[in-house]
Nanobody, 123 residues
Framework: QVQLVESGGGSVPAGGSLRLSCAAS????????MGWFRQAPGKERERVAVLTNGVSSTYYSDSVKGRFTISRDNAKNTLYLQMNNLKPEDTAMYYCGAGTVFWRMNSGQADYWGQGTQVNVSS
């Protein structure tokens, strides 16, 4: 049974930091592309960052480049998102996703999804 369990969300003032984690189980984690996605109220879900398997390459949305860092620990089957200098527009439900097709992941489509963790950034 595939499970992706996010944690680490919360409420912070603008300029603050949070570190999200995603614990994965039930599939061969190291073989999958992993990513973070977010959905704000009234908006479509968007890709935040994607991390490839193997020799890890990272892809970020322009809105988070230089502020967010995605990383993975294959020994712990865990994905991370370090978020610094948070802005009110970063407020959203953040989801962890796993997939085997990179272009789908990069366009916001994953094979497996977590339940999400809420991030609120106040101005």
């Amino acid at each position: 049974q595939v499970q992706l369990v996010e944690s680490g969300g919360g409420s912070v003032p603008a300029g603050g930091s949070l570190r999200l984690s995603c614990a994965a189980s039930g599939f061969t984690y190291a073989r999958y592309f992993m990513g973070w996605f977010r959905q704000a109220p009234g908006k479509e879900r968007e890709r935040v960052a994607v991390l490839t398997n193997g020799v890890s390459s990272t892809y970020y949305s322009d809105s988070v480049k230089g502020r967010f860092t995605i990383s993975r620990d294959n020994a712990k089957n865990t994905l991370y998102l370090q978020m610094n200098n948070l802005k009110p527009e970063d407020t959203a439900m953040y989801y962890c996703g796993a997939g085997t097709v990179f272009w789908r992941m990069n366009s916001g489509q994953a094979d497996y999804w977590g339940q999400g963790t809420q991030v609120n950034v106040s101005s």
